[in-house]
């Protein structure tokens, strides 16, 4: 059976399939964080190629906030038409469409910008010291992820996931390894998830009845850093504000390389749906319709996302569903190459 194909509803999202493509940044925006025509084109060919949940790539709700000077950026009124037209691209070719926000945090790469963190700890040897964050820029920095909702709602996105995994803020917030911080937003688990916790409630004023979605790395690679059970336990004491998804990968926190394999993942995933009772998507190196079909039919997860292999193969779903014989609706103009 193409388990993979079978329709999905995340709260009052329906999906015609439960392959995601993976936030991906393209890092080809220019300076002013606009989108490209390339963005539109990028996204619209995965579309039209089948995958169920189009998720775009890390946009940034502050200048300082990017991961790079050529990332996306949402932080003001003026990036909506952009986003707008890859949402519209999106849903023109039969999917639904999501959209990364976060702030780079201490792994910030833009030139000329003070670096902020929970705390006052450089991510390597090569990298500049990070100001650590006060309260006031804490709460700032809740109101820019707030903001950043409100704008994404009116570009026409379907879902918003959160960006808390790879070392990035939100993700450094989380880790004992990157947050020596001694006020409540330090220390304990409870106090670590904090943050998420306020920018959860600060969006749900802006986004009604739509999905959140929050992706996390399910294990630091570290000794004394996250692991699996860690960030469930955080994710528990905040899922009651708005979490309808966790999207589960690992690493990034520190300069530690995971080792990574086919499914490598898939366990974290399972120890967070177990220990959370949130549904959650996961992957990890997924190249083949099987491997992808059994993540879902084998492991019980309710969505697989893919990544490289959708940026070298744009029909992937269109392809798997013919190696599954699933039933599904292909693209007319397509329809000779699928008979």
């Not at 976060?102 to 000329?112: C, D, L, P, W």
């Not at 959160?162 to 390894?177: I, V």
């Not at 409870?190 to 749900?204: F, K, M, P, S, T």
Request: aromatic share 8%; proline share 4%.
């Amino acid at each position: 059976m193409a388990h993979l194909f079978s329709k999905y509803a995340i709260k009052n999202l329906e999906l015609k399939n439960r392959l995601v493509m993976a936030p991906m940044c393209m890092f080809c925006a220019p300076e002013t964080g606009t989108v490209t025509d390339f963005h539109i084109m990028h996204y619209a060919a995965r579309a039209l190629g089948g995958t169920g949940l189009i998720t775009v790539e890390a946009t940034a709700v502050s200048p300082e906030g990017r991961i790079s000077e050529n990332d996306l950026g949402i932080w003001s009124d003026d990036f909506i038409p952009g986003l707008q037209k890859i949402a519209d691209a999106i849903h023109d070719y039969g999917s639904k469409a999501a959209l990364q926000i976060g702030h780079a945090g201490r792994k910030s790469r833009v030139q000329g910008i003070e670096l902020e963190a929970p705390s006052a700890i450089a991510f390597d040897e090569k990298s500049a010291v990070p100001k650590e964050m006060t309260n006031e820029d804490i709460q700032d920095t809740v109101e820019e992820f707030k903001q950043a909702a409100a704008r994404a709602d009116k570009a026409g996105f379907d879902m918003i996931q959160l960006h808390a995994a790879h070392g990035y803020l939100l993700s450094e917030f989380l880790s004992p390894l990157t947050n020596k911080r001694c006020d409540e937003y330090g220390g304990n688990p409870e106090n670590r998830v904090r943050i998420l916790g306020d920018v959860l409630d600060a969006i749900q004023s802006v986004w009604k009845d739509k999905p959140i979605e929050v992706r996390v790395s399910a294990d630091d690679y570290a000794e004394g850093g996250n692991t699996a059970e860690d960030i469930a336990l955080m994710l528990n004491i905040v899922k009651h504000k708005g979490i309808d998804s966790v999207n589960v990968s690992t690493g990034g926190t520190v300069n530690v390389a995971p080792n990574a394999f086919t499914n490598y993942q898939i366990p974290h995933a399972k120890v967070i749906r177990e220990q959370t009772g949130l549904p959650v998507a996961a992957g990890g190196l997924i190249v083949s319709a099987k491997e992808a079909n059994d993540v879902i039919a084998a492991d019980g997860i309710e969505q697989v996302y893919v990544g490289r292999e959708l940026l070298r193969n744009p029909y992937f779903a269109l392809n798997a569903a013919k190696e599954l014989k699933a039933d599904i609706e292909f693209p007319k103009q397509y329809m000779r190459a699928y008979v």
